[in-house]
Structures are given as C-alpha cells and as structure tokens.
T-cell receptor
Framework: SAVISQKPSRDICQRGTSLTIQCQVDSQVTMMFWYRQQPGQSLTLIATANQGSEATYESGFVIDKFPISRPNLTFSTLTVSNMSPEDSSIYLC??????????FGPGTRLTVT | ELKVEQNPLFLSMQEGKNYTIYCNYSTTSDRLYWYRQDPGKSLESLFVLLSNGAVKQEGRLMASLDTKARLSTLHITAAVHDLSATYFCAVANSGGGADGLTFGKGTHLIIQP
C-alpha cells in the first residue's frame, strides 16, 4: 500500500481567494491524480498530475481554475483558484503503482463562504 | 464517454442476510475497482478486478467481473453491522496500467441488527 498525506485537512475560505492543497506520498509512484467529491456525491476525476509536464485535465476542468504541479514522483499540489461556494467539496489525491492498485489520501475538506 | 452505473443506490438490510450490489459500465475497460467509504473518511480499497471471470473474496465480501456483460457484482454474505458504509465501484478510463477512474454514484448500505 501507499501512505498518503494531504495538507490542509480542512479549510474555510472566502469567495474569490485561492487555496493550494498538498499531497505527499511515502514512496515514488507512477501516477498521481486529483479528484473532487461534492457533498453527498461520488468522486469526479479532475486531472492527472504528470511529473515534469503539464497536467492532463478532464472535461469540465481547466488549468486556470485548478492549476496542478508535480515536481517529483512523491509530491503534487492542486490549487483551487478564485473560489466560489460551488467549489466547496472534498478534494482527494490518489496514487497508482504498477500492479494497478490505486490508493486515496485522506482528503481536504474545503468550505467556501 | 465511460459511464458507470451502480444499483441499488441505497440498501437497508438486516444482519445475517445476503445481498448483491451491481455495477454496470458502458465501454470496455481492463480494470474495475471496489472501494468502501465510511462517513467523513477517505476511500479504502477493497478489490481490483483485472480479467473476465475474476473473483476475489475478503471476509464476507466477494467481487466478480464479467467483462463481456460489462458487469461487476459485490456480494455480501451474512451481513454484519460493521459492513455499513458507502460502496463505490470505479472503472479505469482507458488501458495502459495506471489511469484515472470513473466512479459510480455509490451504494449507501445500512445493516441493522
């Protein structure tokens, strides 16, 4: 398995501001992903964080709103920019290794007021 | 576009009973995942199913995959209260070993004494 930590675990932010979420893994992983889980809903893939290159975004998500960095094989950040109340969600980092297992971090609970 | 449908979305059952959760997906994929989520928690990986006819069991849970029918089942045997949680199935978006996942809406399972 993989030990994944996320910071912050939760935050309350004002409309129009930005928040950067960090994801740290205890060992090198092939792939890192970011998901969003809106209240009472399922998970939606935001993007794949590519090491050393631009992230790959899913339909409906854009780089200007959700810039992502992945400077190495154990760390990634997701920024939620110019926040609105609709961005209130849990944001989860996920990692994958050879062997197909995908593990999820503890999540960051974001509330935008 | 890959779509994943789970049913039922809500299930209330008594301890000691058996039941099955169904997961249908719309396009070919080489990996299907089952996760458990407890309230306020992240996702716990239960099973990864990689090939047609694959069957995996852990305790009172058994998962199977029929790739021809694009159907996976999660069977619960002699349910106990501790299995109360939300169960998600998820399907890999494309081949290649490590891709983002498309999730079903989840099955909220309540097991009553």
């Amino acid at each position: 398995s993989a030990v994944i930590s996320q910071k912050p675990s939760r935050d309350i932010c004002q409309r129009g501001t930005s928040l950067t979420i960090q994801c740290q893994v205890d060992s090198q992983v092939t792939m890192m992903f970011w998901y969003r889980q809106q209240p009472g809903q399922s998970l939606t893939l935001i993007a794949t964080a590519n090491q050393g290159s631009e992230a790959t975004y899913e339909s409906g998500f854009v780089i200007d709103k959700f810039p992502i960095s992945r400077p190495n094989l154990t760390f990634s950040t997701l920024t939620v920019s110019n926040m609105s109340p609709e961005d209130s969600s849990i944001y989860l980092c996920s990692v994958a290794r050879v062997g197909y297992e995908q593990y999820f971090g503890p999540g960051t609970r974001l509330t935008v007021t | 576009e890959l779509k994943v449908e789970q049913n039922p979305l809500f299930l209330s059952m008594q301890e000691g009973k058996n039941y099955t959760i169904y997961c249908n997906y719309s396009t070919t994929s080489d990996r299907l995942y089952w996760y458990r989520q407890d309230p306020g928690k992240s996702l716990e990986s239960l099973f990864v199913l990689l090939s047609n006819g694959a069957v995996k069991q852990e305790g009172r849970l058994m998962a199977s995959l029929d790739t021809k029918a694009r159907l996976s089942t999660l069977h619960i045997t002699a349910a106990v209260h501790d299995l109360s949680a939300t169960y998600f199935c998820a399907v890999a978006n494309s081949g290649g070993g490590a891709d983002g996942l498309t999730f079903g809406k989840g099955t909220h399972l309540i097991i009553q004494p």
